[in-house]
C-alpha cells in the first residue's frame, strides 16, 4: 500500500502543515494546480477525504486526514533520525527535548556537554506547560506522567518533596508542624486552583486545601524557592532544591510528603529508544550523584 502512495505524501504533509494549497505549492515550487492533482490522486487511492475546502483559501483536515497526517509526522521523524544515525560523514545527531525548568536547570543542563562527548547534540526547552508531544517538534518530552497514548516511557526518578519555610519566618510565626499552620500563614503554590501535592495535605490532617485563602501563585519552583529564602511563607520544594550551601537557612518541615514520579517519553523508533537509553542513563547517573553530595 505505501509504495503506492508515497509519491503523493509529500504534497500532502506540504498542505497539511500549512492548511494551504498555495503555500504548499510555493514551498515545494510547483504549481498550485500540481498540488491539487497530487491531492485528488491521493484521496482516490484511500477511498476518503483528506481535506475540507472551506471559502476563499481556508482548508481544514478531515477526521481521517488529520490521523493520517499524524501518522506521517512520526514516519517522517523516524526516516529522518534513521538517515542521520546512519550516515557516514555524520559527526553528530541533533534532538530536540523539553523538560520541565527546575529539572531541566538541575540535572539536564549539566550533563549536555557529555552527551556531546556521545556525539548527541540536545537543543533542551525548559517549560512547565504541558506538551502535546505527537504534535509538537520534539523528540523527547520529560513529564511526571504517563498520560499520553501512543508514546513509549523510560521510568527515570522519583523526586521527593518537602514542605520549607526559611529558619527566619519558622522562627517569628513560631511554627514547629504542619498543625502549627493556619490563615496568617502565607502557602506559596504553583496554583491556587489545583494543586495534588497540597490537597493530599491538608487531606491527610483533616483540612481542606481550598478553605485556605492566604495564598501566593508562583508557577516553578525556582521561584517558589526565591519566595521561601526571601521569609514570603510556605511552600512545597523537590528535595534536591537543598543543599549544603543552603540547608541552615531553611526550616524543613517533619513531614512525610508525596513522590513526584518522571519519565522520558519518545516516539516508537529503534533510533529514538537507543538515544532514550543514553539520555536516560546520564539524567539517573547524575540524579544519585547529586543526592550523595548533597
Known sequence: MLRHLANHLPYFSAVAKSLSFSNAANELAVSQPSISYQIK?????????????????????????????????????????????????????????????????????????????????????????????????????IRNNKNEKGLEYFSLMSAKNILVCSEQYALINKLSTFDDINEQHRLIVRSDVKSNTWEKLFLKHDKRFHKHNNMQVINNSFGIYQAIISNIGIGILPEYFVDQSNQKALYIFEESMSETPYYLAYQPSYVAKKWATLIKTLIIKNFEYLKRIN
Open 41 to 141: 490522486c491521493l484521496e482516490e487511492k484511500l477511498g476518503f477525504q483528506l481535506f475540507m475546502r472551506g471559502q476563499g483559501n481556508k482548508v481544514e483536515l478531515t477526521n481521517k486526514g488529520s490521523k493520517l497526517f499524524q501518522e506521517y509526522l512520526i514516519l517522517e521523524r523516524n526516516f529522518n533520525q534513521v538517515i542521520f544515525d546512519t550516515q557516514v560523514n555524520q559527526s553528530r545527531t541533533k534532538l530536540e527535548m523539553t523538560a520541565p525548568v527546575d529539572l531541566g536547570v538541575k540535572f539536564i543542563a549539566p550533563m549536555l556537554s557529555q552527551l556531546e562527548m556521545d556525539k548527541l547534540i540536545i537543543n533542551l526547552d525548559l517549560t512547565d506547560e504541558v506538551v502535546d508531544f505527537k504534535k509538537s517538534k520534539f523528540d523527547f518530552s
